[in-house]
C-alpha cells in the first residue's frame, strides 16, 4: 500500500487518524496528502464537535491539501453517482482522486465498483 507518493484520503481514513491508528499513520508517514473540500465539510459539521475535536482535525487538514470544486471536478462527479448509483460526497470523493489521478486511500468497499480509480482499501484487522 505503500507504493505511491501521494494519496487521496476518503473521511473516514481522517477518522481513523485522529482515533490513533499508528499502522495508517505509518502508511501516509511523508506522503502528500490530498482531500475533498467534502470531506473537510463532513468533518466539521458534525454537531457534536467539541474544539479540542475541531482543533485536531483542523490540524490534520492543514497537513493535507484541500481540493475545492471545479467544473471538470463537478462533471465527473456527476458521471461518477450517475453511472455507479454512489451518494453524492462519495461521488465528489471519487472525482478528486480520478481529477487528480491519485489514488483513494479508504476503508469503504463501495469504492471498489469504480474502475476508473486507484483504490486503495485499508481495513485495520
Same mark, same amino acid.
Given at each position: ?16 487518524? @485522529? /482515533? ?8 501516509? &508517514?511523508?506522503?502528500? +496528502?490530498?482531500? *475533498?473540500? #467534502? ?10 464537535l ?22 471538470? @471536478? /463537478? ?8 453511472? &455507479?448509483?454512489?451518494? +453524492?460526497?462519495? *461521488?465528489? #470523493? ?14 469503504d ?17
Amino acid at each position: 500500500m505503500s507504493g505511491s507518493s501521494s494519496y487521496v484520503l476518503d473521511t473516514n481514513i481522517i477518522l481513523q487518524l @485522529l /482515533k490513533g491508528d499508528r499502522v495508517l499513520a505509518d502508511i501516509i &508517514n511523508n506522503k502528500a +496528502l490530498y482531500v *475533498s473540500f #467534502i470531506t473537510e465539510m463532513e468533518l466539521l459539521s458534525y454537531h457534536k464537535l467539541l474544539p479540542e475535536e475541531e482543533i485536531q482535525i483542523r490540524s490534520l487538514l492543514n497537513d493535507c491539501y484541500v481540493i475545492e470544486m471545479n467544473h471538470p @471536478l /463537478k462533471l465527473s462527479a456527476i458521471s461518477i453517482r450517475k453511472n &455507479n448509483k454512489m451518494k +453524492l460526497p462519495d *461521488s465528489i #470523493i471519487a472525482a478528486t482522486s480520478e481529477h487528480l489521478n491519485i489514488p483513494l486511500l479508504t476503508s469503504d468497499v463501495e469504492f471498489n465498483k469504480l474502475n476508473s480509480l486507484q483504490i486503495l482499501l485499508y481495513n485495520k484487522s
